[in-house]
């Protein structure tokens, strides 16, 4: 029987789906999205310029914010890395401390719910 934590609803597996999209239709290293509290999801990939640098998760929480966003229901991000990169993390914990990020592998595998 699966864990109960990495298990998805609808929802959930919605925004997984968008951040696996986006990352496989850029290249980037990762692929991230958010769904707000309206229910508007916005998703994103990893920015890696010789001037800025920003992980998927913080593109996206910063995508949701410039549009309104009053807070956050959930994230998702696709990566290689065996672990969430923190700063994305705070990002989404500034507006929603108890909203779940799933992790999950390029093959969209869920790894991890924090």
């Known amino acids: 029987m699966p864990d109960a934590d990495l298990v998805l609803d609808a929802e959930d597996q919605k925004i997984l789906t968008l951040a696996r999209s986006t990352r496989a239709r850029t290249g980037a290293a990762e692929g991230a999205a958010v769904r707000d509290t309206d229910g508007r999801t916005y998703a ?22 410039s549009s309104g966003a009053p807070g956050l229901e959930a994230a998702a991000v696709v990566t290689g890395a065996d672990g969430l990169e923190p700063d994305g993390v705070a990002a989404v914990r500034d507006l929603a401390p108890g909203a779940p990020i799933f992790r999950a592998g390029p093959d969209g595998t869920l790894a991890e719910r924090a």
Do not use: D
């Not at 890696?48 to 914010?65: D, K, R």
């Open 44 to 65: 994103a990939a990893t920015v890696a310029l010789p001037s800025l640098g920003l992980s998927a998760l913080q593109v996206a929480v910063a995508m949701a914010v």
